[in-house]
């Protein structure tokens, strides 16, 4: 039986009189991959962020190995020391090196001996191909070399779970690929993911699952495989011939 990392029920969410997530019901179970697409302000984000404890739900439940979460603030700090998150902003400290900006972590929160931190961080360097900028600060990397920093910074911390919201966005095209196949290689060791994008043939190569938003609530979920080629619901039809449209107008 499938191990569930973390599920959520009847969870709503709202900014002061606007709901932006209604009666969201998810399960994320061990070492799958889920994308989570839809249009612009179908509250992608938002959920997230709810997950990381970052966004107060208005109602319902959050439950991290079945246990649900209460909302206080130390609740939260325990869990996010299990739940990495991805954001399109590196948020990198500038004045430190990649290496310190990568040990940082492992050594201030979770108390691990320095020198056993640094070495994890290398090795996940060299697997990103990033082995020889650990002495480099941010303001000397590209924008792609940046967002795998960020990645890898969040993999030192043995998460059980990476959320990744939208970690392309903010690139230039010719640097999503090289961020993109760092997830491609992550996907093959079993880490748990679930991830918010706009790549949508990125979406269907790396999934296990697809989960389809629209106007904050979960329309439709499938597999990658059979999302794409034979959605269940119009509104789902509807944005894949969009994608379509303009596929071909390009």
Known sequence: MAETIIATKKLNKSYQEKAVLHDIDLVIEKGEIVSLIGP???????????????????????????????????????????????????????????????????????????????????????????QDYAQHYPRELSGGQKQRVAIVRSLCMEPELILLDEITASLDPEMVREVL??????????????????????????????????????????????FFVQPRTERAKAFIDSLNFENLAE
């Open 40 to 130: 612009s302000g179908s509250g992608k984000s938002s959920l997230l962020r709810c997950l990381n404890g970052l966004e107060e739900i208005t109602s319902g439940e959050i439950l991290f190995h079945d246990r649900t979460l209460s909302l206080k603030e130390k609740d939260w700090q325990d869990v996010r020391k299990k739940i990495g998150m991805v954001f399109q902003s590196y948020d990198l400290f500038p004045n430190r090196t990649v290496l310190e900006n990568l040990t940082i972590g492992p050594v201030m929160v979770k108390k691990a001996d320095p020198k056993v931190s640094e070495a994890t961080a290398l090795t996940w360097l060299k697997r990103v191909g990033l």
């Open 181 to 226: 196949e760092v997830i491609l290689n992550l996907a093959k060791t079993d880490t748990t993911m679930f991830i918010v994008t706009h790549e949508m043939a990125f979406a269907r190569q790396v999934s296990d699952r697809i989960i389809f938003m629209a106007e904050g609530r979960i329309v439709e979920e499938n597999t990658a495989a059979e």
